[in-house]
């Protein structure tokens, strides 16, 4: 089974703070994204990236970062954490590199960020 | 932008039908349906492909309208483990981008 895991499942933080959200895959894949999820808005597209050191921004980019140096390990960065940054954040990986559009996601467990 | 869903909820009875609908405002390449229960991570149900092609669960499905980017996921004879939040994914042609829906809540009750 595909294998999506997520450092916390709960955090907090406070306002100003740098905050790491790590996520890895045992699968091989060369898609890798993050998501956020707010009641009402579905999932937003942060970033994603098909390829070792390769991202695009998503939908929401706005104050966070990524990082991926190995295959299997992508990283979400906010740098300045802010109160409007709480949400539930998840990743996610699939095949297929830029043709990922015919692989399915396997989502991690997610991890639920309040900054106070 | 992200695809219109609708409804945004459904209350059903175990057995009866259901038919949500995600539809874009631009060409699409790909459309993903999943379902997420609460408190856990979305699950695959299934993928359309402009051309026709398919992939999914043997009980699930859907059809795609690549002509008014519109999808259709169809649940029949419905179970109660069918109660989730449904959500379509959208891949724009040549965008490499996944865009999801708001999604649909779905009960169904005994």
């Known amino acids: 089974d595909v294998k999506v895991t997520q450092s916390s499942r709960y955090l907090v933080k406070r306002t100003g703070e740098k905050v790491f959200l790590e996520c890895v895959q045992d699968?091989?894949?060369?898609?890798m994204f993050w998501y956020r999820q707010d009641p009402g808005l579905g999932l937003r597209l942060i970033y994603f990236s098909y390829d070792v050191k390769m991202k695009e921004k998503g939908d929401i980019p706005e104050g966070y970062s990524v990082s991926r140096e190995k295959k299997e390990r992508f990283s979400l960065i906010l740098e300045s954490a802010s109160t409007n940054q709480t949400s539930m954040y998840l990743c996610?990986?699939?095949?297929?590199?830029?043709?990922?559009?015919?692989?399915?996601?396997?989502f991690g467990p997610g991890t639920r960020l309040t900054v106070t | 932008q992200q695809p219109v869903q609708s409804p945004q909820a459904v209350i059903l009875r175990e057995g009866e039908d259901a038919v949500i609908n995600c539809s874009s405002s631009k060409a699409l390449y790909s459309v993903h349906w999943y379902r997420q229960k609460h408190g856990e991570a979305p699950v695959f149900l299934m993928i359309l492909l402009k051309g026709g092609e398919q992939k999914g669960h043997d009980k699930i499905s859907a059809s795609f309208n690549e002509k008014k980017q519109q999808s259709s996921l169809y649940l029949t004879a419905s179970q109660l483990s069918y109660s989730g939040t449904y959500f379509c994914g959208t891949e724009g042609t040549g965008t490499y981008k996944y865009i999801f829906g708001t999604g649909t809540r779905l009960k169904v009750l005994a």
């Open positions: 699968m091989d894949h060369e898609n």
């Open positions: 996610a990986s699939s095949l297929g590199g830029l043709a990922g559009g015919s692989y399915e996601q396997y």
